[in-house]
């Protein structure tokens, strides 16, 4: 088995991948922040009296567009953070480049999916489900070998 030092190197291919689509989710990440704000202000709902353009404005909080992309950035948040630190975890444990390179790649795609279904233009379900659990399931396979590689 390498070293840490060596896994942990761009010369590794698996981490170099992970290393891209980490990269590739703090975008998409950051880009949420912008896209409520985007959506803000086309609905002019605001949550704070400070942001308010008019004195005719109210503040509220309540806004279905505004709301579905706060929720699906939340959902980031819960699953796209998870998914650094395990994958990090699992390039560790020195996997095979092609299975760990794909996994890397079906919860990049996945979660750029999964945002573009719930919150940029609505799709149906089970898209989105499809979408969430096609990523989950990626980051759960690499907990359990995470899990199995430190256990035995």
Do not use: C
């Given at each position: ?18 290393t891209f ?38 503040v509220k ?92």
């Amino acid at each position: 088995m390498a070293s840490p030092v060596e896994l942990l190197s761009l010369s590794n291919p698996v981490f170099k991948s992970f290393t891209f689509w980490v990269g590739v989710l703090v975008i998409k990440m950051l880009l949420m922040s912008l896209l409520t704000g985007i959506q803000r202000f086309k609905t002019k709902t605001f949550a704070n009296p400070e942001d308010l353009m008019s004195p005719k404005l109210k503040v509220k909080f309540d806004d279905p567009n505004v709301e579905r992309v706060r929720r699906a950035h939340r959902n980031d948040l819960e699953n796209i953070l998870p998914f650094f630190a395990i994958g990090l975890l699992y390039v560790l444990t020195d996997p095979t480049a092609f299975l760990a390179i794909n996994l890397f790649r079906a919860v990049g795609i996945a979660r750029i999916v999964h945002t573009l279904v719930y919150a940029v233009v609505v799709v149906p379900q089970p898209s989105r489900a499809l979408a969430f659990f096609v990523a989950l399931g990626a980051t759960v396979y690499m907990a359990l070998q995470v899990i199995a590689s430190a256990a035995f």
